[in-house]
């Protein structure tokens, strides 16, 4: 929820498109659909063709298909990264670094290869074997429910150089990290990363579903009438929501670099109390406890702060965008009386 929750403009703009129209025929063409595409494309600084859809991991299978579409006998294998998240579908799966979450469903996707996060040997052992193999790439610049952990700038530059030199698809999940979370309006934008195709959900809808697969220059080209298709997607009302967001966001990622370093400044104290590290970048960070503390989450909440943990001891903060000062204060002091406790 980028702009938190009940915004009156967002609100408002959902109101107004639900009183005329809750769903429209694919036949038509929504209003604010050419306007939230044109803003998504324009944020890259590029050309691009949008496919919207309702969640991140469908955004994930737009991408997913465009990879197969282009893949050939010699030029099929997917990368992705360990405890990399993009979502829960059979085919999202198929690039989930999260080994609890796919065991069970195998098999999946074939010709998938995971490589280890910022482990530049292994990128560049893999690369000296399969570059001419490789069809695409799927990263999220800072992984989310991986715990909260950024690309390296020495591993991203690598990707980068593998990336043009062999001509694979870069796939930037965009889909916790982008819409101006981490200081930049996309998470790429923190590296010199370059991506084909970025996904998009989350917060785009203002909070209803809507999710995105941005196809940056030729990959435009990649997926044609009648390759993909959805009956619900791009819902209108969450069109309207997301027309408010993409308008904001440019003003309001501004801020978050400030506001990142006043919430981290804050969250010092909690240094001594268990926290061995605080983490990420702008309005993404994570407090990485050095050791697990009991019924965390029960504590938060009879505090009246809703905690989310990452894998076991890791406190994911991603507050509102447009969060003030004050409400840094109240939350941090909150999360201190609960550490305590
Ligand atoms: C980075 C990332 N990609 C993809 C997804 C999947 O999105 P959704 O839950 O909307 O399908 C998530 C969801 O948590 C995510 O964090």
Redesign the pocket.
């Known amino acids: 929820m980028s702009l938190g929750h009940c915004h009156p403009e967002v609100s408002a703009a959902f109101i107004d498109k639900i009183s005329r129209y809750a769903h429209l025929s694919n036949y038509f063409l929504d209003e604010d659909c050419i306007y939230v595409a044109d803003k998504l494309v324009s944020f890259s600084g590029k050309k691009g063709k949008v496919f919207f859809t309702?969640?991140?991991?469908?955004?994930?299978e737009a991408a997913l298909k465009a990879v197969k579409k282009i893949s050939t006998a010699c030029k099929n294998k997917i990368v992705f990264l360990k405890n990399?998240?993009?979502?829960?579908?059979l085919g999202?799966l198929s690039v989930n670094g999260f080994e609890n979450l796919t065991g069970q469903f195998m098999p999946l996707l074939g010709n998938t290869v995971c490589l280890n996060i910022n482990d530049c040997e292994e990128l560049d052992k893999y690369m000296l074997e399969n570059a001419q193999n490789t069809a695409a790439m799927f990263v999220?610049p800072i992984?989310?429910?991986g715990g909260v952990l950024p690309l390296t700038r020495e591993f991203a530059q690598k990707i980068e150089k593998y990336h043009k030199e062999c001509r694979f698809l870069l796939i930037s999940?965009?889909?916790?990290?982008g819409l101006g979370r981490t200081g930049k309006i996309y998470s790429y934008q923190n590296y010199p990363l370059d991506p084909d195709i970025i996904?998009l959900?989350?917060s785009l809808g203002g909070g209803l579903?809507l999710?995105a697969a941005v196809f940056l220059e030729e990959s435009g080209n990649i997926l044609k009438d009648p390759d993909h298709g959805s009956t619900f997607a791009p819902n209108p009302v969450a069109l309207a929501g997301a027309r408010v967001i993409t308008d904001k966001i440019p003003e309001v990622v501004e801020g978050v670099n400030e506001k990142s370093e006043y919430l981290k400044k804050k969250l010092e104290p909690l240094t001594c109390e268990n926290i061995a590290e605080v983490r990420g970048m702008g309005l993404m960070l994570g407090a990485v406890m050095e050791k697990p503390v009991e019924n965390l989450l029960k504590k938060g909440v009879d505090n009246f702060i809703l905690l989310n943990l990452v894998r076991k001891s890791i406190i994911r903060l991603l507050p509102a965008l447009n969060i003030t000062f004050q409400q840094i204060d109240e939350m941090a002091e909150k999360l201190l009386i609960v550490l305590k406790e």
């Open positions: 309702n969640s991140g991991t469908e955004a994930t990399g998240f993009h979502g829960r579908t999202a999220e992984q989310g429910s999940d965009e889909v916790q990290a996904t959900a989350k579903p999710g």
